[in-house]
């Protein structure tokens, strides 16, 4: 689960513009879902699938910090991953999680995804190399 950072209102319009216009695309390569709290419409993150391979996807989820430990993401992802088995016909999802990232492994452990192992020096973020863990799940693994 990432970090949602603090947005000024250009950069946030941008991001969301930017994720509008390829969602218009004829030949969609992501999907997301607005995450909202259960009180209100203000959005609190998002869950991605980014197609990848032959039918396969990546996932990706992130949640601002003050909503961490109420569910959100383990609800968004597991919506968006049925949408991606069920209608999109996928085979197989990923998601690569900073080792550290206990809440996160959490989340995608309680969905039935399986540890694969350690991709070494995954990612360049904050000006550091980090390794990455490797979960997935495939469509005949998928409790509906």
Do not use: C
């Not at 990706?60 to 919506?79: H, L, N």
């Not at 995954?122 to 863990?133: C, L």
Request: hydrophobic share 45%.
């Amino acid at each position: 689960m990432a970090v949602l950072r603090r947005r000024n209102r250009d950069q946030a319009v941008a991001m969301i513009e930017g994720a509008i216009e390829r969602a218009r695309q004829e030949s969609r390569t992501e999907f997301y879902l607005g995450v909202a709290r259960h009180d209100d419409d203000r959005v609190i993150g998002f869950a991605r699938i980014g197609l990848s391979g032959v039918q396969a996807g990546k996932l990706g989820y992130a949640i601002a910090a003050q909503e961490w430990g109420r569910g959100y993401a383990t609800d968004a992802a597991r919506a968006l991953v049925t949408y991606a088995f069920k209608e999109l016909g996928l085979h197989r999802i990923t998601a690569a999680i900073g080792p550290d990232n206990a809440a996160s492994i959490a989340v995608v452990q309680q969905l039935g995804f399986a540890r694969e192992g350690v991709l070494r020096d995954h990612v360049f973020t904050n000006g550091a190399w980090r390794d990455s863990v490797l979960f997935s799940v495939l469509a005949h693994e998928w409790s509906w």
